[in-house]
């Protein structure tokens, strides 16, 4: 049972486009849900997280949308460059539960191309 | 700086060898983890610990075991490698009660089976 879907698996956008990644999730005890980035041979990296007690939160060209009710959230990067090329993963997590435990969507290969 | 580090980056290894993968971090985290990432299936929770000498399964344990016997160190274990426990193995680890329940990686280590 995946509880949390994400698309497309892989983007290409060229160079001060927009890139969007979407997610969705099952589970509606879900309260946490980061974005994590992963260059090649590095490990994944927190990027940017949101709780679902606000629809959007932004940190420079990154932005996180959130709608509670469709159970969905997605990343928007905003003027994409070549040096955003990774591969971006969603998650969820309940704090109310086990909440050390992230539960990842399987990842979207970015390419920006100059 | 935080730090996680993994012993190898690379290893090969012959089907049926026992097999050890070690994870040190050095911010005091209560909470270590390991998981497989395999192209289009992303990040699967193997095993975690959240303390010394306490351990939980994931999603996907089996062929697996895990140590944990100093609060800095995991250790993933495999009994009898096979083939299809090919992969990249991430190590990660997380404050207790952090609000954020963030998670840092290690680089991993690219582990073949032959």
């Known amino acids: 049972q995946q509880q949390v879907k994400q698309s497309p698996q892989s983007l290409i956008v060229q160079k001060g486009g927009i890139s969007i990644i979407n997610c969705a999730y099952e589970?509606?005890?879900?309260?946490?849900f980061p974005w994590y980035q992963q260059f090649p041979g590095k490990g994944p990296a927190l990027l940017i997280a949101?709780?679902?007690?606000?629809s959007e939160k932004k940190e420079g060209r990154f932005t996180i949308s959130f709608n509670k009710s469709a159970k969905q959230f997605s990343l928007h990067i905003m003027d994409s460059q070549p040096g955003d090329s990774a591969t971006y993963f969603c998650?969820?997590?309940?704090?109310?539960?086990?909440?050390?435990?992230?539960?990842f969507g399987k990842g979207t290969l970015l390419t920006v191309n100059p | 700086d935080v730090k996680v580090t993994q012993s190898s980056r690379y290893l090969v290894k012959r089907t049926g060898e026992k097999v050890f993968l070690e994870c040190v971090q050095d911010?005091?985290?209560?909470?270590m983890f390991w998981y497989r990432q395999d192209p289009g299936l992303g990040l699967r929770l193997i095993y975690f610990?959240?303390?010394?000498?306490?351990?939980e399964k994931g999603d996907i344990p089996e062929g697996y075991s895990v140590s944990r016997e100093k609060k800095e160190r995991f250790s993933l274990i495999l009994e009898s490698a096979s083939t299809n426990q090919t992969s990249m193995y991430l190590c990660?680890?997380?404050?207790?009660?952090?609000?954020?329940?963030?998670?840092?990686f290690g680089p991993g280590t690219r582990l073949t089976v032959l």
């Open positions: 990660a680890s997380r404050k207790s009660g952090s609000p954020y329940n963030e998670q840092f």
């Open positions: 949101i709780r679902p007690d606000v």
């Open positions: 998650a969820a997590s309940n704090s109310g539960g086990s909440n050390y435990k992230l539960t």
């Open positions: 911010m005091d985290h209560e909470n």
């Open positions: 589970n509606t005890a879900f309260d946490y």
């Open positions: 610990s959240y303390d010394v000498k306490m351990k």
